[in-house]
């Protein structure tokens, strides 16, 4: 029986939950793990191949929940969902799938959003790390066959397929901070290409220690006739800065999201929280709300719950807004210096697993040891919005 155990991948499984196919996921983890994060629905059944079922679960109730109808089988590697499956079907139970790669291949996958630019020459697509939130841009002049990429994950090359694919070349690789959530696969890429990586110039009060192309305050790159303008946004961080695409989009990294903003207390500190805030309340008001209406705000990040839900739209789904509509939907946008600085600095939430080594990751300060350790840094949802 055990033979005809099916598996798919969790590309498959993302495409049947986004189609509402009927089935029950159930994830074989440790409870501490699942209440962290999992897939939205999922049902925790504890199982470990030696010692069997944890909590409150026995066969009889394992029973019950197959009869539903078919089950899919996570757990963090593929390991312990595989031997439960091989237990479900030798109990009779054939509608079983195992997810291969487990939740480790979840936090990798990827959706591309093309947007509709009206342009002739301008591509823009955002890059959607489904289970992190993590949202990197590809921007390029199709009249020169040329892209960049704004802040690239480590699966760097799923920016390079998204280029390719739209018969660009790559040649230069921006991060708009040092980010504090995700390993960057930002200057790995530049230097696997031989192209320039670019990052605000304030990063050189970062303590990074690999060499990168620093851009003043409204200076511009050019791809063919696209401009990018770098504008120093600080708040989330000391370095973080926005680049503005063709005067009409702005990618904010970590400054502004559709449904928040950015957390201060990662870089500046718990007692110095308030600074960034005061940073950040300028930034908002004084760069980029006195932006035209129409300016369309592409963020770094998109909320995500513990369940793997977004905070706003779904993945495969343009995670974007106009400034006008944010002006008038994002409380926050709207209240004075003293109270935003008081949200902002007093109501933190809880602090991104990891993210001081991630930090020191990412001014090369550390390094990673191996792919096993950097895919556990990075497990479960990013946590940078206030």
């Not at 539903?68 to 089988?73: A, H, L, M």
């Not at 020459?121 to 921007?139: E, F, S």
């Not at 192209?195 to 192309?213: E, H, K």
Request: charged content about 25%; proline content about 4%.
């Amino acid at each position: 029986m055990g033979t005809l155990l099916h598996q798919i991948t969790v590309q498959e499984l993302a495409t049947d939950l986004d189609a509402g196919k009927s089935f029950t996921v159930v994830d074989t983890r440790p409870p501490e793990s699942f209440d962290a994060w999992h897939i939205a629905g999922a049902v925790n059944v504890p199982y470990h191949p030696l010692d069997g079922l944890g909590g409150d679960w026995d066969w009889e109730r394992i029973s019950e929940l197959a009869e539903e109808g078919p089950i899919v089988v996570i757990c963090g590697k593929g390991l312990s969902s595989t031997s439960f499956g091989f237990e479900l079907s030798s109990r009779g139970y054939d509608d079983v799938t195992v997810v291969k790669g487990g939740m480790q291949d979840w936090s990798k996958l990827y959706e591309v959003v093309e947007l509709d630019t009206e342009s002739d020459d301008l591509y823009l697509a955002q890059v959607q790390r489904r289970a992190k939130g993590c949202l990197g841009y590809v921007v390029g002049s199709k009249s020169a066959k040329e892209a960049v990429v704004v802040d690239a994950t480590r699966q760097s090359h799923e920016f390079e397929l998204v280029a390719a694919d739209a018969g660009m070349t790559i040649s230069g690789v921006f991060d708009t901070h040092v980010h504090a959530d995700h390993v960057s696969g930002g200057r790995t890429l530049a230097d696997r290409l031989g192209v320039p990586y670019y990052m605000g110039a304030n990063a050189t009060d970062r303590d990074v220690q690999y060499d990168f192309t620093p851009l003043d305050d409204g200076e511009s790159v050019t791809v063919g006739d696209v401009e990018l303008e770098a504008r120093f946004a600080p708040g989330h961080t000391s370095d973080m800065t926005n680049y503005l695409v063709d005067g009409r989009y702005l990618l904010t990294g970590d400054t502004l999201f559709v449904e928040s903003v950015g957390r201060t207390e990662l870089q500046f500190g718990d007692d110095d929280a308030a600074t960034g805030a005061e940073l950040l309340y300028d930034t908002l008001h004084e760069r980029i709300l006195s932006l035209p209406a129409e300016t369309r705000i592409l963020p770094g990040h998109v909320s995500v719950a513990a369940d793997g839900t977004y905070g706003v739209a779904s993945p495969g789904e343009l995670v974007s807004a106009t400034l006008g509509e944010l002006r008038e939907e994002l409380a926050l946008l709207g209240l004075d210096e003293e109270a935003f600085v008081h949200r902002i600095a007093d109501d933190t939430p809880e602090k991104p697993p990891n993210y001081e080594r991630v930090i020191a990751i990412n001014t090369g300060r550390e390094s990673v040891t191996d792919e096993e350790e950097a895919t556990e840094l990075e497990l479960g949802p990013n946590n940078c919005a206030a």
